[in-house]
T-cell receptor, first 113, second 114 residues
Framework: GDSVTQTEGQVALSEEDFLTIHCNYS??????LFWYVQYPGEGPQFLFR?????EKGSSRGFEATYDKGTTSFHLRKASVQESDSAVYYC????????????FGAGTQLIVIP | EAAVTQSPRNKVAVTGGKVTLSCNQT?????MYWYRQDTGHGLRLIHY???????EKGDIPDGYKASRPSQENFSLILELATPSQTSVYFC?????????????FGAGTRLSVL
């Protein structure tokens, strides 16, 4: 079945560091890929999505590029801030069932001021 | 702004008891979803609905029922709660399809089954 793997359970960085959170997926065809962010005490919030090979999604300084060759959708940000501390989820969905998201386990980002 | 409200926010239940988690959305979205969140698993889909009167099984439906009596309301029902159902539950609404597919999540319900 479809699945999403996030290899880092937790990432700790200092402010202004470069961020990479790895996301790899397993699914046939071209699923839509998403990043969601969850702040403490809140539900996940949509960050951005991509649905075609080489398409770049971006929002709030975060970006990721859909790579079918490596089945990846890694999240990157050039310079993190303390306010970026949150849990980040990579997810995938298929075609007509776009609301049926399959989430990765999540990566907690801690940014130290 | 999109609004999904869950109640209660916290619930303690006894093993074997019945638990109902409620969700209300004011987005006029057709689709609603129930997910549970557990460390190491992320969020997993329990049940979902395409509109009033419809419910569908998600990836982990065993031990749960769902009810969608209206466009705005979607409930998750645990008829016989078990400790393994201790988790944080999230409701979401959305209109799947199109270029702006986005799920809007509520703030969650923390359920402890003792």
């Amino acid at each position: 079945g479809d699945s999403v793997t996030q290899t880092e359970g937790q990432v700790a960085l200092s402010e202004e560091d470069f961020l990479t959170i790895h996301c790899n997926y397993s699914a046939s065809g071209y699923p839509a890929l998403f990043w969601y962010v969850q702040y403490p005490g809140e539900g996940p919030q949509f960050l951005f999505r991509a649905s075609r090979d080489k398409e770049k999604g971006s929002s709030r300084g975060f970006e990721a590029t859909y790579d079918k060759g490596t089945t990846s959708f890694h999240l990157r940000k050039a310079s993190v801030q303390e306010s970026d501390s949150a849990v980040y989820y990579c997810a995938l969905a298929r075609g007509s069932a776009l609301g049926r998201l399959h989430f990765g386990a999540g990566t907690q980002l801690i940014v130290i001021p | 702004e999109a609004a999904v409200t869950q109640s209660p926010r916290n619930k303690v239940a006894v093993t074997g008891g019945k638990v109902t988690l409620s969700c209300n959305q004011t987005n006029n979205h057709n689709n609603m979803y129930w997910y549970r969140q557990d460390t190491g698993h992320g969020l997993r889909l329990i049940h979902y609905s395409y509109g009033a009167g419809s419910t569908e099984k998600g990836d982990i439906p065993d031990g749960y029922k769902a009810s969608r009596p209206s466009q705005e309301n979607f409930s998750l029902i645990l008829e016989l709660a078990t400790p393994s159902q201790t988790s944080v539950y999230f409701c979401a609404s959305g209109d799947a399809g199109g270029s702006q597919n986005t799920l809007y999540f509520g703030a969650g319900t923390r359920l402890s089954v003792l």
